[in-house]
């Protein structure tokens, strides 16, 4: 058991399908598939009690036999990642006090810093939780790869976007992120139990179908997203091309 003495259930929902980049959680990066890498990351938190990955391709399914991960499976229509942990949670008959939904496409995820997100939780006493890491560089402000979000006074998302935010008007692009803290969301969150179930039954998001990021149904219906500060680099998979900067990445870590 954990310090915590509490039941912390870590879910990695592994779509196959993807629409910018088709079976990306299976593609390999310097010869381990990225689902792969991201579980192995979760396996080494000292925190997580359980590990589960919630897929809906028997591609996936036939990764977790041959690395021995525990998996279900989930229908292939759930709208997103949150809906397919959902699912997979009332499969599993689980109680926990406090789950992970842990992205399939994050794969310089470690252990660390799962552990300090649910450190950083618990001590806030939220409801739900993510992370955040600041913007070095003028080029992922604009990149619609890149999620931004914009903060607070409590360190809680006012909103979750695409495009840059907040729009500096009246000073040049080329200097925003000097001027201003950009912050990027990473694709991790964890949840009291009663927020992580009360996610279907909220009302869709008009705002969340537009930018296709589905934590703004918790906003869009008033519920607060505490965001927890890493200094950690991470790169979400989304495109060919951040797949070509993780694998430049890891090499020059070599």
């Not at 942990?85 to 939904?101: G, R, T």
């Not at 009360?198 to 219906?221: I, T």
Request: proline content about 4%; aromatic content about 10%; charged content about 20%.
């Amino acid at each position: 058991m954990n310090k915590y003495a509490l039941s912390i259930l870590g879910i990695i929902p592994a779509r196959y399908s993807s629409t910018r980049l088709p079976g990306k959680v299976l593609v390999d990066i310097n010869g381990k598939p990225m689902l792969q890498r991201v579980w192995e990351a979760a396996c080494r938190s000292k925190y997580l009690s359980r590990i589960v990955i919630a897929t809906d391709d028997e591609r996936v399914e036939n990764l977790c036999f041959s690395i021995g991960a525990e998996f279900v499976m989930t229908p292939s229509e759930l709208s997103c990642g949150t809906e397919r942990a959902i699912y997979a949670y009332k499969i599993l008959n689980e109680d926990s006090e406090i789950i992970l939904n842990i992205q399939g496409d994050e794969p310089l995820l470690s252990g660390t810093i799962i552990d300090n997100l649910i450190e950083s939780f618990i001590a806030r006493n939220a409801d739900v939780g993510t992370l955040i890491k600041k913007i070095d560089n003028n080029e992922d402000i604009f990149n619609p790869s890149v999620v931004k979000v914009t903060l607070n006074n409590e360190s809680n998302a006012l909103y979750f976007s695409r495009s840059p935010i907040p729009y500096l008007r009246d000073y040049p692009q080329s200097e925003w992120h000097q001027i201003h803290s950009f912050w990027k969301h990473i694709g991790i969150y964890i949840y009291k139990h009663s927020a992580f179930l009360n996610f279907n039954v909220l009302a869709n998001s008009e705002l969340g179908k537009f930018e296709q990021l589905e934590q703004l149904r918790y906003l869009q219906n008033g519920y607060s997203i505490h965001c927890i500060e890493t200094d950690q680099h991470l790169i979400s998979v989304d495109t060919n091309e951040d797949l070509e900067l993780v694998k430049k990445y890891l090499n020059q870590k070599q």
